[in-house]
C-alpha cells in the first residue's frame, strides 16, 4: 500500500482530468492503403494535429489560464509522428513513429479545475460529478501495404507491428463540492495504468507492450471526381505482460490555504500498487473525402473521426506560380483554418484556429517530402 503527496503540476490533470494525447491536408493523419506511391519511390512525413474543447490549447499546457467555454465537450485529443514510406511495384514498407493522445471528462470536472485555477468565487451549494477517461501512447512500428487498382477503383491494406511505451491510461470517477466561495472538498476513485507513474514520485522499471493493427483504404477516381476513404487501426491489439497500474482513493482530508485565502489541491493520497497483464485496443481513426476538380482549381469535402472527436473540413486548391498547388481549408469542430502549399516533392501545410496562438483551440502542422531511385 502507498501513501503519498502527488506532484502539484500533475495533481489536477490525473485526478480531476487535466492530464489526461501525399496527405498534407489530413489532420489525423489517416493515411490512406490503396493510395500506393509511384513504384521505386520514397516518401517522409512529420505531423502533428491537437484541439482542447473547454480552453485554449495554450491554457491546457499552462495551468488552465485563459478562457473557459461551456457547453462544449470537454475533449482534449491530439497525434503526432512522423513516417517514411518506400514503394516497390504495389508494395510498400513504412516505418514509423506515432503518439496518441485522447482525454475526455466531464464538465463539472474541467468547471471545476478552471474556476480553481482562476480564483474565482466557487458557487455555493453545488454538487460536481468528476469523472476522466484517458488514453495516451506512443508507438514505434513497422507497416507492409498492398495496393490493388481495379480500373478507377484502388483497394488497399496495411498491416502493421509496433513496440509501445509512455503508454498513460486511467479513469477517475468521483463528486465534488463547494465548501465555501473559496474552498470545496472532494472524494474520487483513480484506476491508472503507465510505463512512467506522473502520479507519485516513485521509480518504476522500464514496460514495453508489443502490438499489431490492420489498416483498410480504398479510392476512386473517375474524371472530374475523387473519393477515399481510409481507416487506421480498424483491427489492433498492444499487450503488456505486466504494466505497473495504481488504484487509489482521492479525499480532501488534507486543507490549507494561500496567500489569498484560496484552498490549495493537496489531496490525501491512499491506494495499492502493483503490476498485471494488460491489453488496450486503440479507437480507430477514419478519414472520407469527395473532391471534385475543376479547370485549374478543386474543392473538397471531407470527414474525419477518432474516439469521440469528428472533425468535418472544406479545402479548396488552385494552381499557383509554376509547380505549386496551393490549399486553403477550414475545419468547423475547433473553427481551425488551414493554408498549404504543394511542389512535385515537397508539400507544407499549417493550420490555427485563431490569429492569437494564446486562443487557439486547435492546431496542426505537416512537412513532407518525396523522392525516387
Known amino acids: ?184 472538498g472532494y472524494d474520487a476513485v483513480v484506476d491508472y495504468h503507465y510505463n512512467q507513474n506522473r502520479l507519485y514520485d516513485l521509480p518504476v522499471p522500464s514496460h514495453r507492450g508489443q502490438g499489431w493493427g490492420l489498416d483498410l483504404g480504398a479510392g476512386w477516381d473517375a474524371g472530374p471526381w475523387k473519393a477515399q476513404a481510409a481507416v487506421r487501426d480498424l483491427l489492433n491489439e498492444t499487450r503488456w505482460s505486466g504494466l505497473p497500474m495504481t488504484t487509489a482513493t482521492v479525499v480532501s482530508g488534507r486543507t490549507h490555504t494561500d496567500s489569498q485565502g484560496y484552498q490549495v489541491f493537496d489531496p490525501a493520497i491512499e491506494g495499492w500498487e502493483g503490476s498485471r497483464p494488460f491489453t488496450w485496443r486503440e479507437s480507430a481513426a477514419w478519414s472520407a473525402s469527395l473532391q471534385r476538380r475543376l479547370q485549374g482549381w478543386s474543392a473538397e469535402v471531407r470527414v474525419e473521426r477518432t474516439g469521440p472527436v469528428t472533425l468535418r473540413a472544406l479545402e479548396a486548391s488552385a494552381a499557383l506560380a509554376g509547380s505549386c498547388l496551393g490549399t486553403l481549408g477550414f475545419e468547423q469542430r475547433n473553427r481551425l483554418w488551414t493554408a498549404g502549399a504543394r511542389w512535385t516533392n515537397v508539400w507544407l501545410n499549417f493550420g490555427l484556429s485563431s490569429l492569437s496562438a494564446q486562443r487557439a483551440h486547435g492546431a496542426s502542422l505537416t512537412l513532407g517530402l518525396r523522392g525516387g531511385w
Not at 77 to 100: F, H, I, K, M, Q
Not at 107 to 129: H, M, T
Open 1 to 184: 500500500m502507498v501513501s503519498s503527496r502527488a506532484r502539484p503540476w500533475l495533481k489536477w490533470a490525473l485526478i480531476l482530468g487535466a492530464a489526461l494525447p501525399g496527405r498534407a491536408q489530413d489532420l489525423l493523419s489517416v493515411g490512406n492503403p490503396s493510395q500506393a506511391p509511384p513504384p521505386g519511390s520514397w516518401s517522409a512525413e512529420a505531423y502533428a494535429f491537437a484541439c482542447s474543447d473547454p480552453i485554449p490549447l495554450h491554457g491546457f499546457f499552462n495551468h488552465w489560464q485563459g478562457g473557459f467555454t461551456p457547453g462544449r465537450d470537454p475533449v482534449t485529443c491530439g497525434c503526432w509522428g512522423l513516417e517514411t514510406r518506400a514503394a516497390a511495384g504495389p508494395w510498400s514498407l513504412s516505418v514509423w513513429d506515432r503518439t496518441t493522445f485522447l482525454a475526455r471528462m466531464s464538465p463539472d470536472g474541467a468547471r471545476l479545475i478552471w474556476l480553481a485555477k482562476q480564483k474565482l468565487v466557487y458557487p455555493q451549494g453545488e454538487i460536481f460529478n468528476l469523472h476522466l477517461d484517458l488514453g495516451a501512447l506512443h508507438r514505434d512500428g513497422v507497416s507492409v501495404g498492398r495496393a490493388l487498382r481495379l480500373g478507377d477503383l484502388a483497394l488497399g491494406a496495411s498491416l502493421g507491428f509496433w513496440t509501445a511505451t509512455n503508454a498513460q491510461f486511467g479513469t477517475v470517477n468521483g463528486e465534488g463540492w463547494t465548501t465555501g466561495t473559496r474552498s470545496y
